[in-house]
């Protein structure tokens, strides 16, 4: 049972282009939405996360937008650049005295110069 | 030096045998979380555990356990290792929630089941 589901499995952006990963969940009890970035041979960082309260948060190239109503959110990449060819998770958790997330399947992004 | 280790970094292990996967931290968490990652499948967790005598299975705990033999060390083992579960395996990192709920990643072990 997947509880947050990821779409594109892949996506092939050019340099200077708008990279949008999806994702959908279907608790609505999850209150804690981060994006993981993870480069090959290494482990998952988080990139940027935000509750429900918000509908958008940016950080720098960084975007996610939030629809609690669709239960889905997003995350832009402005300006992709090769360094950012990596795989991106999405996740979801109920935060507070659990903390236990539930990833989404990944994309992996190449960023052609 | 890292924050989260883990050793081996890579394993070649034959059906049956019994293996131990080791994780060390030095953020001073209480929380530590042993994932497993598959192709297509994304990271499911297997166990976690919130202090030393607090243990609790993950969506996947089947064939895996596990020991917490201090704050900062969190061990994953395999009784019976089998080729399915042939994978790249992660140990994470959390502090009591305070608004934070970032988890901090090791940089994975390559395990190879034949």
């Known amino acids: 049972q997947q509880q947050v589901k990821q779409s594109p499995q892949s996506l092939i952006v050019q340099k200077g282009g708008i990279s949008i990963i999806n994702c959908a969940y279907e608790n609505t009890a999850f209150d804690y939405f981060p994006w993981y970035q993870q480069f090959p041979g290494k482990g998952p960082a988080l990139l940027i996360a935000?509750?429900?309260?918000?509908s958008e948060k940016k950080e720098g190239r960084f975007t996610i937008s939030f629809n609690k109503s669709a239960k889905q959110f997003s995350l832009h990449i402005m300006d992709s650049q090769p360094g950012d060819s990596a795989t991106y998770f999405c996740?979801?958790?109920?935060?507070?005295?659990?903390?236990?997330?539930?990833f989404g399947t990944g994309t992996l992004l190449a960023v052609q110069p | 030096d890292a924050d989260v280790t883990q050793t081996p970094r890579n394993r070649i292990t034959k059906t049956g045998k019994r293996i131990m996967l080791e994780c060390s931290q030095t953020?001073?968490?209480?929380?530590m979380y042993w994932y497993r990652q598959d192709p297509g499948l994304g990271l499911r967790l297997i166990y976690y555990?919130?202090?030393?005598?607090?243990?609790n299975k993950g969506e996947i705990s089947d064939g895996y356990s596990v020991s917490r033999q201090a704050q900062a060390k969190f061990s994953l083992s395999l009784e019976s290792a089998i080729p399915n579960q042939t994978a790249l395996y992660f140990c994470a990192t959390s502090a009591p929630t305070g608004g934070n709920d970032e988890q901090y990643f090791g940089p994975g072990t390559r395990l190879t089941v034949t």
């Open positions: 953020k001073g968490h209480d929380r």
């Open positions: 996740a979801a958790s109920r935060g507070g005295a659990t903390n236990k997330l539930i």
């Open positions: 555990s919130f202090d030393v005598k607090d243990i």
């Open positions: 935000i509750r429900p309260d918000v």
